[in-house]
């Protein structure tokens, strides 16, 4: 594995106090990106199988895996051990949901997890009783069934609770999204009860901010936002290589890009024509978007046996996190007592 960086990659991280997180889900690796203290690249992994969506909070975040929701808690640099590092992230909670094909993983309104189950075409949350709680399906889904039917795989939730989500077409029977075409996704406003946007190809990773659905159109390589007053359409930004994965910091997106899209190539979509036009070939890796004008400022390049991102996270107020993967024999000593008791 070989990854190269912008020139002022990491001097942008240090200017924003921030590391990343992100997912190489076909190698079951999930990889915290920060620098050292002398301007290097920091890259620490864990070995976590199928890890999918990511989503932030102020002390850690939370991982969709092969039948796990994971959440991750910063126990400080005491529990780093030597190299430096400013944080180190713990397994310190996991829910068993087998496989539902987790995509995209987010809070509801009210905090809770929720998430995308592209194996049972609906939002979920956790259940105390079953593997997940069914949410919402499509209204075209005529049952709730154990088959990827329209591949609904993004999810987002707006600050005053409404829900928005991605597929890649409306169809209703077994992998009925692989033959429809191109120009066949939708964005949903779940909480309106109708489509935000139609006519799109391979969207994932909604994400609302303001007034906005940003979200990227992954079989063409295009950041795009949705506004939701008029789901009007706006092109933001061309993305070299299968976009999946988007988060946010002020006036900058970070995008994750992708060589290939489970070892098929991109014959057949509109993304394969734009990059040999544009004369670039697929890139794997992270790319800085200015959003005010669309340039990628900054990028992280990774190579080898990482051909493939499917989320990425901001992680604040660390800049060399570390992280733990779910040894037994290592969690064990692992032991920060709470606040102490009057």
Known sequence: MEFTVSRNFTSWLANCGISLAFTAYEVGRLMLLGHTRDGRVSLYERHYPRCMGLHATSSGFYMGGIAHIWRFQDFGPDYAGKGGYDAAFLPVQTWTVGDLDIHDVTLDGNGAPIFASTNFNCIAGLSETASFRPIWKPPFI??????????????????????????????????????????????????????????????????????????????????????????????????????????FLGGYAIVASSTEREGRSFDGLPLSETLAKSQQPPRCGLFIVNLSTGAIEHYFQISGEVSQIFDVCVIQGCTQPMLYGANVDQLKLLVKPGVPIA
């Open 142 to 247: 005529d049952r709730l069934v154990y088959e990827d039917r329209c591949h609904l795989n993004g999810l987002t939730c707006a600050p005053d609770g409404a829900l928005f989500a991605t597929a890649f077409s409306k169809t209703n029977s077994l992998e009925g999204w692989r033959n429809v075409g191109t120009g066949q996704g939708v964005i949903f406003n779940v909480s309106a009860g109708e489509d935000l946007a139609q006519g799109l190809t391979m969207p994932h990773s909604p994400r609302v901010q303001g007034e906005h659905v940003y979200f990227l159109e992954s079989g063409t390589g295009l950041l795009k936002r949705a506004k939701i007053s008029n789901g009007s359409v706006d092109e933001i930004a061309l993305i070299p290589g299968y976009c999946r994965g988007l988060s």
